[in-house]
């Protein structure tokens, strides 16, 4: 099992920067898959970046460019990169963890951006 726990986010103006942190109660040296997701009121959980054990990283396309995702293995933390935030980026953000085909997520954190 995977605990996750986010913090980090917060109300910001809109071309304003955020840093969301995903701290884990266990290492995530062996975790296939880290990532971020987004759930805005009324609206789907939507992908917003995802890191893998080696390396790889995938952005949604409306984030690509201001959002940048990383781990540290050694603190067993992902870290998400918010800039340039715009009023649509307002929701609440899920840290999740895929390992051995389950999908592990934190409580989330409320992101919001004013126009």
């Known amino acids: 099992q995977v605990q996750l726990v986010e913090s980090g986010g917060g109300l910001v103006q809109a071309g304003g920067s955020l840093a969301l942190s995903c701290a884990a109660a266990r290492s995530i040296f062996d975790i296939n898959r880290m990532g971020w997701y987004r759930q805005a009121p009324g609206k789907q959980r939507d992908l917003v970046a995802t890191?893998?054990?080696?390396?790889?990283?995938n952005y949604a396309d409306s984030v690509k460019g201001r959002f940048a995702i990383s781990r540290d293995n050694a603190k067993n933390t992902v870290y998400l990169q918010m800039n340039n935030l715009k009023p649509e980026d307002t929701a609440v953000y899920y840290c999740?963890?895929?390992?051995?085909?389950?999908?592990?997520w934190g409580q989330g954190t409320q992101v919001t951006v004013s126009s």
């Open positions: 999740n963890a895929l390992l051995g085909g389950w999908n592990y």
């Open positions: 890191i893998t054990r080696g390396g790889s990283i």
